[in-house]
C-alpha cells in the first residue's frame, strides 16, 4: 500500500512531497472550507504538468451525474485518455459530499488502479468516521 501521510497543518510541502515522488500515492486532504486546498492544487498543477508530465483530471464529488452513473464508471471514464503520458493523477474535490456506498466504491476502484500510472487526491472539508478505515 502506498505511504499515507498525517495531520498536518500546513499541508502544501507534505502534498508536494507526495506528488513529486515517484511512488504512488493517495491523500486525503481534509481542512475548513476557504483553507486553500483546491487553490493550491490548482496552482500545482502547472509544475505536475511540466516537471512530471502528468494527466490530469479533476471530479467533483458533488456532482449530479452521480444520480443516474456508477461511480466507478465515471471515474474511468474520467481518466479514459489518448494520453501518451502514463502518468494520471485523479483530483476528486467535494469528497465529503459522496454517500458512503459511493465513497466504499471509490476505494474499491482506487485499490484497483492505484499504481505507477495513477495518483489520487481527494479533497474534502471533512472527514467522517469511516474515512480512515478506508484509508488503511
Not at 507526495?18 to 500545482?44: I, Q
Not at 495518483?119 to 468516521?129: E, F, H, K, M, T
Request: glycine share 6%.
Amino acid at each position: 500500500m502506498p505511504p499515507t501521510s498525517h495531520f498536518s497543518s500546513d499541508f502544501r510541502s507534505e502534498l508536494e512531497h507526495h506528488l513529486f515522488s515517484p511512488e504512488p500515492c493517495l491523500v486525503l486532504l481534509v481542512s475548513a472550507p476557504g483553507a486553500g486546498k483546491t487553490h493550491h492544487m490548482g496552482a500545482l498543477r502547472g509544475r505536475l504538468e511540466g516537471e512530471m508530465q502528468y494527466d490530469i483530471h479533476e471530479f467533483d464529488g458533488s456532482s449530479d451525474i452521480l444520480v443516474t452513473t456508477a461511480l466507478a464508471e465515471v471515474l474511468q471514464r474520467t481518466i479514459s485518455t489518448q494520453s501518451k503520458s502514463g502518468q494520471k493523477l485523479l483530483i476528486l474535490d467535494e469528497y465529503h459530499m459522496l454517500s458512503d456506498e459511493h465513497k466504499d466504491e471509490l476505494f474499491e476502484w482506487v485499490r484497483a488502479k492505484l499504481g505507477p500510472t495513477l495518483r489520487v487526491v481527494l479533497i474534502a472539508n471533512r472527514s467522517d468516521s469511516k474515512d480512515r478505515q478506508r484509508l488503511e
